[in-house]
């Protein structure tokens, strides 16, 4: 038998949350007009519909957009009306994600995503809270300071419910800093006011709030952030490392990615991109070393910055890029390379496979 210091612990506390939380999933979601018009637009899944908003991901815009070029019937096929309203977004592997209508408008509202339509934000709330899932799942895991006895409780809660992961997510967007770093104190009082959004009574959800609190819980949450800060507002380097994999990977499966120095693999993948089928984006450096190359390429380099590879033509020695701001340049963020100068801007780049 397990001896628990007294105080530590209830079992008792733990099962009256549980059976809260289970009833807190039972409650209808809020409703939303399924308009397919607006969910579309004009245009419907199509690149040229991406647009990047005021946060930093071009990392996910970039890349949604290959997706989009590439397999747009599969992103139509990921988003699914829900049953109590809203969307659910389907994945290649793990769980599909509710996204509520109020999340949406808020990402329009604050100008976080400018594309024709709503579903790419549709897609990239379906993806915040997918990436805070899995690496709750991981820190959870991981950790040392949460209790072994208390990790099977904290892990199904993450398991069986939307509602508590959306809670958690508009609880850390009110406040996350643009640097990652999270205000603890803050998520508490925040969580509790969004559990009782979701049906849970303020005081029985100030009660959640403090036992996740006591268990080391927040402290992993706000790892999570630091490490994922993108995905909440915080803007991070994204043109480089293995981030639009991860996007990549989460819509169509495999996924894999390169360094632009690695002559051979990034002409194979170039040659494959242009026969059809293959999603690829690329992240410009954070620096050059020639003094004049920025001025020569204003018109559209960006830092750090991730871009859709849209062709390469052999013959010509030439790249073709999207900018997903849709502009620099205009009117639509198009523009095509020589590939040495592809070359020389560029660092890393994703591929699915």
Same mark, same amino acid.
């Given at each position: 038998m397990i001896q628990i210091p007294p105080g530590f612990f209830s079992l008792r506390r733990a099962i009256r949350l549980s059976a809260l939380l289970a009833a807190a999933l039972s409650l209808p979601l809020l409703a939303a007009a399924q308009d397919l018009a607006q969910l579309y637009g004009v245009h419907g899944v199509s690149p040229l519909a991406v647009r990047q908003g005021i946060l930093g991901t071009c990392f996910f815009h970039a890349s949604i957009a290959e997706v989009a070029k590439v397999a747009p019937e599969t992103l139509k096929g990921d988003i699914l009306p829900n049953p109590g309203g809203g969307y659910r977004v389907h994945f290649s592997q793990g769980p599909e994600e509710i996204v509520f209508p109020e999340d949406v408008e808020y990402g329009r509202t604050h100008s976080y995503d400018r594309s024709e339509g709503t579903w790419v934000l549709v897609l990239m709330r379906g993806y915040a809270q997918r990436v805070l899932r899995l690496s709750l799942v991981k820190a959870i895991n991981q950790s040392t300071l949460i209790p072994f006895f208390v990790k099977p409780l904290a892990l199904s809660w993450l398991d069986q419910s939307g509602p508590l992961l959306v809670a958690y997510d508009r609880a850390i967007r009110s406040v996350v800093k643009q640097d990652g770093e999270l205000d603890k104190a803050g998520l508490k009082l925040k969580l509790g006011e969004q559990l009782s959004l979701i049906g849970i009574p303020a005081e029985q959800a100030k009660e959640l709030a403090g036992f996740l609190d006591e268990k080391g819980f927040f402290d992993a949450v706000a790892l999570t952030v630091r490490q994922n800060g993108e995905v909440f507002g #915080?803007?991070?380097?994204?043109?480089?490392?293995?981030? &639009?994999?991860? +996007?990549?990977?989460?819509?169509?499966?495999? #996924?894999? #990615? @390169?360094? +632009?120095?690695?002559?051979?693999? %990034?002409?194979?993948?170039?040659?494959?991109?242009?026969? @059809?089928? %293959?999603?690829? %984006?690329?992240?410009?450096?954070?620096? %050059?070393?020639? &003094?004049g190359f920025e001025a020569e390429n204003k018109s559209w380099w960006v830092p750090s910055h991730a871009y859709s590879v849209l062709d390469y033509d052999e013959a010509a020695a030439t790249v073709t890029l999207r900018n997903p701001w849709g502009g620099r340049p205009g009117p639509d963020g198009i523009f095509t390379l020589p590939l040495a100068v592809f070359y020389q801007g560029y660092e890393g780049y994703s591929y699915s496979r």
């Open positions: #915080a803007y991070k380097t994204l043109g480089q490392g293995q981030i &639009p994999v991860r +996007v990549i990977e989460a819509f169509m499966g495999n #996924a894999d #990615a @390169g360094l +632009v120095s690695d002559r051979k693999g %990034v002409l194979d993948q170039l040659r494959r991109l242009h026969g @059809g089928g %293959v999603a690829l %984006v690329a992240g410009t450096r954070l620096a %050059v070393a020639d &003094p």
